[in-house]
Nanobody
Framework: VQLQASGGGLVQPGGSLRLSCLAF????????MGWYRQAPGKQRELVAT???????NYADSVKGRFTISTDNAKNTVDLQMNSLKPEDTAVYYC??????????WGQGTQVTVLQ
């Protein structure tokens, strides 16, 4: 399984960006797709996840502003980010976790929200 992320960029506070992650290949069974981020000098942290059954989970810091969604037919997971804040600045990584069957990461995509 390979993941390809896109959609990062530079945006003013209050602006919006949409990240997309395309998965090449798949493994049958339950999985969790998600987005994580890592700001300079900080550990990677969960942003949002969605299970193969459609259950979503969000970090408290992004609840009400970010929305995660999947298109199973296209094998993609998107992250719509609204009302962006400077503290959202980070490299964002997509992830697809099959647990014992494998855990896969895409390359990062930079999101910069101007001060």
């Amino acid at each position: 399984v390979q993941l390809q992320a896109s959609g990062g960029g530079l945006v003013q506070p209050g602006g919006s960006l949409r990240l997309s992650c395309l998965a090449f290949g798949s493994i049958f069974g339950f999985n969790v797709m998600g987005w994580y981020r890592q700001a300079p000098g900080k550990q990677r942290e969960l942003v949002a996840t969605i299970t193969s059954g459609g259950t979503t989970n969000y970090a408290d810091s992004v609840k009400g502003r970010f929305t995660i969604s999947t298109d199973n037919a296209k094998n993609t997971v998107d992250l719509q980010m609204n009302s962006l804040k400077p503290e959202d600045t980070a490299v964002y990584y997509c992830n697809k976790n099959y647990f014992a069957r494998g855990n896969y990461w895409g390359q990062g995509t930079q999101v910069t929200v101007l001060q």
